[in-house]
């Protein structure tokens, strides 16, 4: 079956940064595309970035030019390095894999993601 495994989250101060793992299983990881969400406490779930299988991305508002997002289809691994944090970047973290089997297909939706991750913690301080 599909699995997920998240990694690589911690505790870091403003201005620090992080990568996080996402390790894929059980399905063709080359095939599908791949996203990052995040969830504070008390807010919705939102998208962070995607990549689709040809490592095109899109990143949110919130995270541009701070965030970037990568694959290794030879080892079935997405990321999330995450620079310049800020306190409110901080979130569980949450990779999940595309429903579609489409080569180019990016989204932020939560609803085109079918399989998730546990989720690994992110705390920015002051």
């Known amino acids: 079956q599909v699995q997920l495994v998240e990694s690589g989250g911690g505790s870091v101060q403003a201005g620090g940064s992080l990568t996080l793992s996402c390790a894929a299983s059980g399905y063709t990881f080359s095939t599908y595309s791949m996203a990052w969400f995040r969830q504070a406490p008390g807010k919705e779930r939102e998208g962070v970035a995607t990549i689709n299988s040809v490592s095109t991305s899109m990143s949110a508002d919130s995270v541009k030019g701070r965030f970037i997002i990568s694959r290794n289809n030879a080892n079935n691994t997405v990321y999330l390095q995450m620079n310049n944090l800020k306190p409110e970047d901080t979130a569980m973290y949450y990779c999940?894999?595309?429903?579609?089997?489409?080569?180019?297909?990016?989204?932020?939706?939560?609803?085109?993601?079918?399989?998730w991750g546990q989720g690994t913690q992110v705390t920015v301080s002051t």
């Open positions: 999940a894999v595309s429903r579609r089997r489409d080569y180019l297909y990016l989204s932020l939706i939560q609803d085109e993601y079918n399989y």
